[in-house]
């Protein structure tokens, strides 16, 4: 059956040039080619063969691959030609000689392939004049044709939103940006090796919630419609892993999406990545000392260091951190002691008024007192530091203090200004967790926390004391590849339909 390409012309000359040239090969997207070896094995196969030959003889024992990769660049030099093509680990030089090949089928590759084309080639590997391993290829084949053009390469391709929106053009032309998910990989799994290490149980719990909860956040609502009931996307998986502690495990993570209907900024993305652990006996101070044990232990595995830099600062990673008090840092910086105006919400939202904080005169005495952490104490945070011990009333599921009622045995971790982590001794106590439960209930606020009877009923079981601690992957990767927005290190990104 012909083939209709009148979509496909609508793009412009260049794109009809290349559906021109489709008829000139048996199969333009052939089902497999030969490839048996990588650019970097190629090269590192010829040094091997140089290394190794006699010292009585300079003849190199011939080293014969069969390679393939995207075609980035092409010389013609009459009746030979040099061609560099790209694979996943790096870039080789192929040579096509007229002679050897024959007069169709060199000039065939003159003629019919484009850059951007990915090209299967065998042949053997020598070294040019100008001292670069290279194949002598003694045929070639085209392993699948590229339609559009390649990006302009000498400049790189730079345009923000295009980079975001087409990241396989990003990934193309960009092989800083590749290096940059390579760690993000990296990251992941040496995270894994390290909670692994601790005997933590890697677990999976539900994405889709009949209930959701275990952060202040709006969430994404969706519908099953077989069971005709209303689900949510989760916005954390604490909740769940908590009922697994209940159920006798003593250490489990979970490394998962979460996702919150909030705005976007360099520090937000409505979908997201999160590591969460749990584990029993524990509390927020052991979850500080994991938390700056595994993140300079996934810099030196990932790295090959603890001393990073960050936006033109260098920051160390070396435990331990810092530890803040929450409410002697915001005296530090702003002068007011927050106890002064505990039960004074009118009185503390005057302060911040005088501070030219945008709050709603509703916000509790919690979230103003966050905010002022936020506004004032955050962004002075370069190396790593804990700031404990939070308002009781912005953290239902944390464990109150023993020495001040008001106040949790809770930790966010930051650093140059970012927070990276937040952690907790958990709230145990059912009859207590049922009481905050209710209690925000009555605030007017749609991130608040919503009443989880299942949940309470597990912790009616009885669940051991327990530290518990997220991490937010992305901007763990954030810092540790040197990138401002979260949106360099997220693959596909939520963008705004084009118009």
């Given amino acids: ?85 790209e694979d996943g680990t790096g870039r080789l030089q192929i040579y096509f000689k007229k002679d050897d090949l024959g007069d169709d089928s060199y000039a065939a590759f003159k003629r019919d392939f484009d850059l951007g084309d990915f090209v299967a080639a065998q042949g053997y590997l020598f070294r040019t ?101 209303q689900l949510f996307l989760r916005i954390s998986d604490e909740l769940y892993l908590k009922r697994l502690i209940v159920g006798g495990f003593e250490k489990v993570y979970e490394i998962c999406k979460d996702f919150r209907n909030e705005g976007i900024s360099t520090k937000h993305n409505p979908e997201f990545t999160m590591m969460e652990c749990y584990w029993a006996y524990a509390d927020y101070e052991s979850m500080m000392r994991l938390t700056e044990e595994m993140t300079a232990f996934v810099a030196q595995e990932v790295l090959g260091t603890t001393q990073i830099t960050f936006n033109g600062q260098t920051i160390d990673l070396t435990p331990p951190w810092q530890r803040l008090n929450l409410a002697e840092s915001v005296k530090q910086y702003t002068g007011i002691d927050i106890f002064e105006t505990y039960g004074d919400v009118e009185g503390l939202w005057a302060e911040c008024q005088q501070k ?27 190396n790593p530091a804990f700031i404990h011990t939070y308002p009781l009333d912005i953290s239902p599921l ?49 991130e608040a926390h919503i009443m989880d009877d299942d949940y309470v009923m597990a912790l009616m079981q009885g669940m051991p004391p327990t530290g518990g601690l997220g991490i937010g992957v992305d901007r763990l990767v954030m810092l540790l590849t040197d990138q401002q927005s979260i949106r360099e290190v997220i693959l596909f990104p939520h963008m705004r339909p084009r118009e």
């Fill in 356 to 382: 030219k904080l945008e709050l709603s005169p509703q916000a509790s005495w919690g979230k103003l007192v966050d905010e002022l952490l936020s506004k004032y104490v955050e962004p002075t945070i370069v």
């Fill in 1 to 85: 059956m012909e083939q209709d390409l009148t979509y496909f012309k609508n793009f412009g000359e260049q794109i009809e040039q290349r559906l021109s040239k489709l008829a000139s090969f048996e199969s333009a997207y052939p089902p497999r080619v030969i490839r048996q070896h990588t650019a970097t094995e190629s090269i590192k196969m010829y040094e091997a063969a140089e290394a190794n030959r006699s010292a009585e003889s300079e003849q190199i024992s011939p080293v014969t691959v069969a390679v393939a990769g995207r075609l980035v660049a092409v010389r013609i030099m009459g009746k030979s030609t040099f061609a560099h093509i």
């Fill in 398 to 446: 944390a464990k109150q203090s023993p020495t001040d009622p008001r106040m949790v045995e809770r930790f966010e971790a930051f650093v140059v200004g970012m927070e990276i982590g937040n952690a907790y001794s958990e709230l145990n106590d059912p009859v207590a967790q049922r009481q905050r439960l209710l209690e925000q209930q009555a605030v007017s606020d749609e």
């Fill in 129 to 229: 004049r100008t001292g670069e391993v290279s194949v002598h290829v003694t045929a070639y084949q085209l392993a699948a044709k590229a339609l559009r053009p390649l990006p302009e390469k000498w400049h790189g391709l730079k345009d923000t939103e295009t980079r975001y929106r087409y990241r396989y053009l990003d990934l193309i032309s960009n092989p800083e940006v590749r290096d940059v998910f390579v760690k993000r990989s990296k990251i992941v799994t040496a995270m894994r090796k390290y909670l692994d290490g601790q005997g933590f149980l890697e677990v999976e719990t539900p994405t889709l919630q009949s209930v959701y909860g275990g952060a202040m956040a709006k969430p994404f609502l969706t519908h099953h419609n077989a069971l005709d009931m």
